[in-house]
């Protein structure tokens, strides 16, 4: 498996220029998040105004998969209504699972990380932040 | 007496290719390769005489019996030990482990007793004890570590009290590669009444080991890092500790006579091995460390230190690079541990992996040791008989080819 499938270009620029790091303040839901087998940890935080995701932002260690997913992920749902950053964490999460087919979804730039289904260990890297995100936003309102 | 170069045609894993290129296996801390030798051992066994043993009266069982027994000799020899019956066999070091912490601990550890460890342990060597520690009301203290991976034994006396009951403690790192001083804090815990338990995981492969000499009471291996087959490992004990102590697990084999209320024990060390055991395995634990010995763990040892000295010297040249652990091949085992600016383990062992090199990312097993560094995982290289110092050439071009990759260079 060539490493330009795991490591596209976007992915390295998320890597390299985070994009939302930090903490959000004053935050309505802040939650942690961590990868016990390979030690990553996720922290992220959000603040919500009518329904809309006013402010999100992450911090926390982890590798270019979990960090540069993390970035996407806020730039992805920040300004975006809570109902539809839900469907986007289902979208990811089918995609990363392979459970629904390239495309269901227009997953934009977050499908660069569809190459990490071929390294399974990886996997998991990618989803920690978006499985964040998703207890963050049921702290809000119970799915 | 070198170890020969031809030692790689008796390991056939190694003649592969992995994404093209020839595997470089610097994973041994984790599990070892396994020789021809060993692997034919366990093939005879199935195919000639795979049947249980103590049971049988037939030839096969007989054959079995004695190969079993005949492996206990043969671990027991190399340890140093004062006869078989000090080798009780275990699933793993892990085993052995909980084996003296539940045996040995229970019976003598009591409330406001005091279990020493240390701060570069494997989970292994600390969880146990803390099961002991939280049932029996003990408290468990930590010798810490330095800067260069060594213990800190200025304060050893004042961490041994008279309340110390246990010792134990890693010979060699498993992430730092130190060699810790096992026989000078012995002396040391023995002056204080304690017991000495060690965790031989990482040392019975690689150097030689003599458990009378180091003066120790419990050693535990695993055989899986020392060529042979997972499945497979053991303690050594000191025959008065294993004739005192009661069993670990109950059921067959294990016992001398039952009745429906109560049953007395087999004598040592059957007594705590209950059940139907790994007698493959076990016959080819018996072939490994022959095999070990063929070589000559005094070969072995010198043959990984000059690898160790050579890669410590050549990751020099890699920039950004924090070696863990002693900077130097002095009282250091074929383990070396790193970390690199910018760059997340995971991240540099999945790059090497392209090139067809196997390292570990991670902690492996020794959280609380990446805790008190300050960072969540690091990368691993470990060597043994048959690493070469072209595949430590191909780390450290593949290290370099990390950073290009992740523009940190
Ligand atoms: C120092 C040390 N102790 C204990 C263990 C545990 O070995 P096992 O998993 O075979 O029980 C290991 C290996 O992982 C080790 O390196």
Known sequence: ?143 | MAIPATIRDDFPILKQRVHGKPLVYLDSANTSQKPRAVIDALVRYYEEYNANIHRGVYAIAERATAEYEAARAKVARFLGAAEPAEVVFTRNITEALNLVAHSWGRRHVGPGDEILTTEMEHHSDLVPWQFLAQERGARLRHIPFDDAGRLVLGDLDRLLTERTKIVSLVHVSNTFGTVNPVAEIARRAHAHGAVVVVDGAQSAPHRPIDVQALGVDFFGFTGHKMLAPMGVGGLWARRAFLEEMEPFLGGGEMISDVWLDHATWNEVPWKFEAGTQNVGDTIALGVAVEYLEALGMDAVAAHEQELTAYALEQLRDVPGLRILGPAGPADRGGVISFAMDGVHPHDIAQVLDEDGVCVRAGHHCTKPLHRRLGIGASVRASFYVYTTREELDVLTRSLLKVRSLFRVA
């Open chain 1, 1 to 143: 498996m060539s490493l330009d499938t795991l490591y596209r270009e976007v992915i390295l620029d998320h890597y390299s220029h985070p994009r939302n790091r930090g903490v959000v303040e004053p935050a309505d839901a802040v939650r942690d998040g961590a990868n016990p087998l390979c030690g990553d940890e996720i922290r992220v935080s959000l603040r919500v105004r009518d329904g809309v995701v006013e402010d999100v932002r992450f911090e926390g260690k982890g590798c270019s998969i979990s960090q540069a997913s993390a970035s996407m992920m806020t730039e992805r749902v920040k300004g975006r209504p809570v109902e539809e950053a839900r469907r986007t964490i289902a979208a990811f999460k089918g995609m990363m699972h392979a459970e629904q087919a390239p495309g269901a979804d227009d997953l934009g730039d977050l499908e660069a990380l569809q190459g990490v289904r071929k390294f399974p260990v990886r996997v998991k890297c990618a989803t920690l932040s978006w499985i964040t995100l998703e207890l963050a936003l049921d702290e809000l309102s119970p799915a």
